[in-house]
């Protein structure tokens, strides 16, 4: 709308009284309404005047739309519901720059949206709100409302036979290239796909600031971890992660690409004219004030790929009791959270819930009495009263120079995000052994790996053995969706294959979903975590000083006691959590399950 400010420039020039602008401003804050309509209505001034004032004023040149012939290729630039909210109207296109007719050009943000939308610079040329609402109703609107054949159609849009044409600079002649006979809405290619809840629907002629709440609010209801917006050489490919598994959700518009990745980089921080460099960052948005996003941007053969993690603290239940821990894990991890001093090392791949799992550790330990200091890459939640340092490897800030600074800060327990190197390993262990309590993660697929994994690094064997105290292997499983479980026929020998005793085959009833609509189709709805948890008892010492490799450190472990990843995963089979194809897909073959 014409601002406030305007009023005053029009009362400083003498076109209204300040108490018609009183008047005026009143009259808009009880009914709403654009301030230049609401002055001409009270007949203080014309629709000419205000014009030619706010063409002096900003130096705009003013359009009449009724004697302006239309391009027709520009009518699907913009959707019908913004050209309504706005009142614009695309007159012209070059290249590089879009011609606007506007009620209100000195709308600086509006102009920005549309570039943002566009992918063009943003030419604005004031009309009549009067010239501006009837070409809407003839060019937009009327053709919706049902047209008994093309040429009906066509005069609808007045953009056939047009009887006078103006020449000067203000408007141009148009091609004739868009089909006549069709609604603005059958021009865009849009498609949506089941989500299992009905056909979603997102608004193809929205903003892009529609389109991301939507998907975002989606997601959240689909309770998705990631949202993937990958441009095909066609359209625009959205694909959510449910329960860890991608799956297709909508194809938008390939034209949307330009001002929904702008939209993106403006809400990150990013640099919205780099298209050739990955970028990263994060994002808030608004109505979600527990949701933080972390957004990472990659040029693609057809544009740039987004993916947004979606990190809730809302639905985040910080608490070991609530990782799914059964109760003699549970105890060695809490025996090993209180020893003052050694190293926690979570293991697994990405994605398998090992930050929730250090982050519930940290909350344990989280008192008064307690300097908790952590160094990330990000900072995934922030947790009160425990000091959480971000690193910045453009600027030398890894996680080697953090932890050295943080062992300044006199802490009691350090929590490193990820040991990646041998610096940052050996770093940690020092802290361990001189008396500090050390968490942290390590890429590799079990417990007894993260022994050799850093032995390989350079970490020598005695300096291991006496480091750490607990290793915690863990993964994220889908649970069978309970709305369509049903009976899974396994044969004894199958069972027998897959590391079952014979006294567990025959009592074990396997289950599996059929798919619904609730599950997507897929069988499962929801996850959950298995663990494993190896204490460094002292045979375990007397083999890591060997050297051993993965395969005797865990068969030495297992004669101790240890439950391997597959073993929690056929209990959980037994149990009817999951299925037996999801344990063979996120679990190795490295033990029986022997009867307890």
């Known amino acids: 709308m014409i601002r406030e400010r305007v009023g005053h420039q029009l009362v400083e020039a003498k076109v209204v ?89 000195t709308n600086s943000s509006l102009l920005e949206e549309l570039r943002f939308r566009t992918g063009l610079h943003i030419t604005p040329m004031v009309a009549a709100e009067s010239d501006i609402r009837t070409t809407i109703r003839d060019v937009y609107e009327r053709p919706q409302k049902g047209s008994s054949s093309k040429e009906e159609s066509a005069s609808g849009l007045g953009l056939v036979n047009q009887k006078t044409e103006k020449t000067g600079p203000s408007c141009s002649p148009s091609p004739t290239t868009f089909d006549r006979g069709a609604t603005i809405s059958s021009v865009i290619d849009f498609t949506s796909v089941s989500n299992g809840k009905g056909r979603v629907t997102i608004d193809p002629d929205g903003s892009a600031v529609d389109v991301v709440n939507t998907l975002v609010q989606e997601a959240l209801q689909m309770e998705a971890s990631d949202i993937h917006v990958e441009p095909l050489e066609n359209m625009i490919r959205i694909r959510f992660r449910l329960d860890g598994v991608l799956q297709p959700i909508h194809n938008l518009p390939k034209d949307l690409h330009p001002s929904l990745l702008a939209r993106l980089k403006i809400l990150s921080n990013l640099d919205i004219a780099e298209r050739r460099l990955p970028q990263d960052g994060r994002m808030k948005i608004d109505g979600f004030p527990q949701l933080d996003i972390r957004v990472a941007i990659l040029p693609c053969l057809f544009g740039e790929k987004a993916v947004l993690r979606l990190l809730n603290q809302s639905g985040l239940a910080l608490h070991l009791t609530n990782l799914g821990l059964d109760q003699p894990d549970l105890d060695r991890v809490i025996a090993a959270l209180e020893n003052p001093y050694g190293m926690i090392l979570v293991t697994g791949p990405t994605g398998s819930g090992k930050t929730t799992t250090l982050y519930s550790a940290l909350q344990y330990l989280n008192t008064p009495h307690m300097n908790i200091v952590t160094v990330e ?188 990843l597959r073993q929690a995963g056929l209990v959980a089979v037994q149990q009817g959590h999951t299925t037996m194809s999801e344990i063979l897909t996120e679990t190795r073959d490295d033990g029986r399950l022997q009867p307890s």
């Open 17 to 105: 009284s300040s108490d018609d602008l009183a008047q005026a401003l009143s009259i808009q804050q009880g009914e709403g309404g654009r301030l230049g309509s609401i002055l001409v209505r009270m007949g203080v001034l014309s629709e000419s005047t205000l014009l030619e004032f706010l063409s002096q004023q900003y130096g705009v040149p003013t359009v009449e739309l009724s004697t302006c012939s239309l391009d027709y290729s520009l009518l699907t630039l913009l959707p019908i519901t913004v050209v309504q909210q706005h009142l614009v109207v695309p007159i012209k296109r070059t290249a590089s720059r879009l011609t606007l007719a506007m009620v209100d050009p």
């Open 377 to 564: 890459d990000p900072v995934e939640f922030q947790i009160q009263g425990i000091n959480q340092l971000q690193i910045h490897e453009d600027i030398g800030l890894n996680f080697s120079t953090g932890l050295r600074s943080f062992l300044r800060q006199d802490p009691d327990v350090i929590m490193v995000g990820e040991i990646r190197d041998r610096e940052t390993a050996q770093i940690a262990v020092q802290a361990s052994l001189t008396g500090h309590g050390v968490l942290s993660t390590l890429h590799t697929m079990n417990g007894p790996g993260a022994i050799t994994r850093l032995i390989d690094m350079g970490i020598e064997p005695f300096l291991v053995s006496s480091a750490i105290s607990l290793i915690i292997g863990q993964r994220l499983i889908r649970k069978i969706c309970a709305h369509c479980v049903e009976p899974d026929t396994m044969t004894p020998e199958q069972l027998r294959d897959l590391g079952l005793d014979d006294d567990w085959i025959g009592a074990l009833q396997a289950r599996k979903g059929r798919g619904c609509e609730q599950c997507h189709m897929t069988g499962y709805k929801g996850r959950m975590a298995l663990f494993e948890t190896l204490p460094l008892v002292e045979r375990l010492h007397e083999i890591i000083l060997s050297r051993a490799s993965t395969s005797d450190i865990r068969a030495c472990a297992m004669q101790e006691g240890f439950q391997t």
